[in-house]
């Protein structure tokens, strides 16, 4: 029998405490925003090609997942190891079951629109589905289950991308390129910070056999390649911050679409881009449980 135990820890002693849980046996740790879907949520970000300006969340959750009769020693040792005294805020049962299954059943083919559908690699395809992208849960974010993301791509396919050249800012696993290539786009480029995102795009564009490039960001700030449509699904600090970065990058009489903006940030995000030009007139193109997608041409103000 498992267990898993939630634990609560300051600061960066999070990362100290969950590399001592596995070193004293943990089966699985993660680590989350103790206050994550609040109104203290504090994001971890950095501008792409620098470093975060903070490391840890001022309170962090960490989920301990071990074997039952050996739980207690572990957290007891690895306390012990790291010098600190972590809150168990709750401990729950957990039936042995086949995780691989488990995990699968959780991503199931999802439907974009009448067309465009995002299709695990171990499900078949639907017989309706005219483009399909082929993707499975990995190290880099974008499975098409996000409202975030299916927001993008629904944008994507409503306005057509065929000859168009592509810039996925903050690609993640590659699903935002690869599904503009699939749907008819010509250049496509994606960028990301983070390096396993970048392999991971790689591996998942030729598994779809698409042509997509990706670079990390501070190769991509030495040229002054524009295109003709800029995507960037992140969150709405970084998005603000990234304002003139990802304005450059719009061709004239190109489109920019942002997500990762809960509906009651949208007004600022599009205030922020607004100043920094006025030419681009972003509004809410659509939004989806709680989550708003901003878009709009150069242009059009």
């Not at 504090?42 to 071990?66: D, I, M, T």
């Not at 390129?177 to 496509?188: D, F, R």
């Not at 061709?251 to 940030?265: D, K």
Request: hydrophobic share 45%.
């Amino acid at each position: 029998m498992l267990v898993e135990i939630t634990l609560n820890a300051d600061g960066l002693c999070a990362e100290a405490l969950a590399d001592a849980l596995l070193e004293c046996g943990a089966l699985s740790v993660s680590i989350q925003d103790a206050s994550a879907d609040t109104s203290e949520e504090q994001p971890l970000y950095g501008e792409p090609g620098f470093a975060p300006s903070r490391l840890a969340w001022p309170r962090s959750r960490l989920r301990v997942l071990a074997q039952q009769d050996s739980a207690d020693q572990i957290i007891e040792a690895a306390a012990l190891a790291a010098n600190l005294r972590p809150t168990i805020e709750q401990r729950v049962a957990v039936e042995d079951t086949d995780w691989v299954r488990a995990s699968q059943s959780q991503f199931m083919p999802t439907r974009i629109s009448e067309r465009l559908w995002i299709v695990p690699s171990w499900h078949t395809t639907p017989a309706h589905a005219a483009v399909v992208v082929r993707l499975d849960p990995g190290v880099a974010f974008g499975t098409g289950t996000h409202p975030t993301t299916r927001l993008c791509l629904a944008w994507l396919d409503e306005n057509g991308t065929a000859g168009a050249s592509v810039l996925d800012y903050g690609c993640g696993s590659g699903i935002l390129a690869i599904a503009a290539a699939k749907l008819g786009a010509g250049v496509v480029v994606g960028t990301d910070v983070d390096p396993q995102a970048i392999a991971a795009a790689r591996a998942n564009s030729s598994a779809n056999g698409v042509a997509a490039s990706y670079t990390d960001p501070q190769r991509l700030r030495l040229s002054a390649t524009t295109y003709d449509i800029v995507l960037a699904n992140i969150l709405s600090n970084p998005l603000k911050l990234l304002a003139p970065a990802l304005l450059a990058r719009v061709a004239p009489h190109g489109s920019l679409v942002l997500a990762g903006i809960l509906e009651r940030q949208a007004d600022d995000v599009i205030e922020t881009y607004r100043l920094a030009d006025a030419t681009l007139a972003l509004n809410v193109w659509r939004s989806e449980d709680g989550w708003a997608c901003v878009a709009g041409t150069r242009g059009t103000a």
